[in-house]
């Protein structure tokens, strides 16, 4: 068996003087709340593996997939979403299994699944994410899991429609063993209406959730909704390594996300950066550049060498 190939850290290029970098995909410190830790915080007696997710942010976490139709009888909590992800495909797929991505794609992600042993085979996107020709051709190749983004996707900025998402369904209609892992990191800054394929009655799916693209980049917390069997697998791996999301932690992201004045920033952010979105597509334009971006923080712009890009 080949070892998992070593994943050296991306250097972001330093942009020259007078030149503004876009490609970072960090949200704008101005458009993101003032975050509420506890005022105190007591001594713990002992660990929390037997009570790892405060119930209030719990509550939280169901009803925030639940606005969006979601199914929320199974949720949890991890250190972020690739920390999710990984965990997801690592008790799922044995080293030398296929996962289906979408190309292009989460740069991040693309690291990480050879790095975990698995190979990739890349799906084709557009403006309303995965099409579903290619999804059918990566499945026809043995794909086991399929992680995409339904809104936001990073980097073309597609998203799902109703359509889109049926068509999608269908592919995968027969594939009922197929674990589907959707990455909606920035559902409430998106600017796109949920069209998730976890409402779709699948047997084996999951979507996880984060906070760092409205709340904070340094609340390293993940919401995730799935079915049992997936529920069990994750928690079982969480509690053999990590145990527990910091409780401290929790309760800064149950405190911001309950926080009103927090809300309305976050509302904010969603308006602006779709007002942002649209005036750079335009300005591209005006350049003879076609860019795309229908969705989230995100645009594509052609280049001529995308390698170095």
Not at 3 to 15: I, L
Not at 191 to 205: C, D, E, I, M, V
Request: aromatic share 4%.
């Amino acid at each position: 068996m080949a070892q998992a190939p070593a994943v050296g850290t991306r250097r972001p290029p330093k942009a020259p003087q007078g030149v503004r970098d876009l490609a970072g995909g960090h949200p704008d410190p101005e458009l993101l709340p003032v975050l509420l830790p506890p005022a105190r915080v007591e001594p713990v007696n002992g660990s929390h593996r037997g009570s790892p997710r405060l119930a209030g942010l719990e509550e939280r976490a169901r009803e925030w997939f639940a606005r969006d139709g979601v199914p929320d009888s199974g949720v949890t909590f991890a250190h972020g979403a690739l920390d999710c992800m990984a965990r997801l495909l690592s008790v799922e797929l044995k080293p030398g299994d296929t996962v289906a991505v979408e190309d292009p794609g989460f740069h991040h992600l693309l690291d990480l699944v050879p790095a975990l042993g698995l190979r990739m085979a890349p799906v084709a996107v557009d403006d309303e994410g995965i099409r579903p020709e290619a999804l059918r051709g990566a499945l026809r190749a043995g794909a086991r899991a399929l992680v995409c983004s339904p809104r936001g996707q990073n980097p073309v900025g597609g998203h799902f429609t109703a359509e889109r998402r049926d068509a999608l369904l269908d592919a995968l209609a027969g594939h009922p063993d197929v674990l589907v892992v959707e990455d909606d990191h920035n559902a409430d800054i998106a600017g796109a209406a949920p069209h998730s394929l976890a409402t779709g009655g699948l047997p084996r799916w999951a979507q996880v959730r984060t906070v760092s693209k409205h709340l904070s980049v340094d609340l390293r917390w993940a919401a995730l909704a799935c079915d049992a069997t997936t529920l069990a697998r994750h928690e079982g791996r969480m509690l053999l390594t990590s145990g527990w999301v910091s409780h401290v932690l929790q309760e800064t992201v149950e405190r911001t996300m309950a926080d009103p004045a927090a809300r309305e920033v976050v509302r904010r952010a969603e308006r602006v950066y779709g007002e942002r979105r649209a005036a750079l597509i335009r300005e591209l334009a005006g350049h003879g550049i076609a860019a795309r971006g229908a969705s989230g923080m995100n645009v594509w712009v052609p280049v001529r060498d995308e390698s170095a890009a």
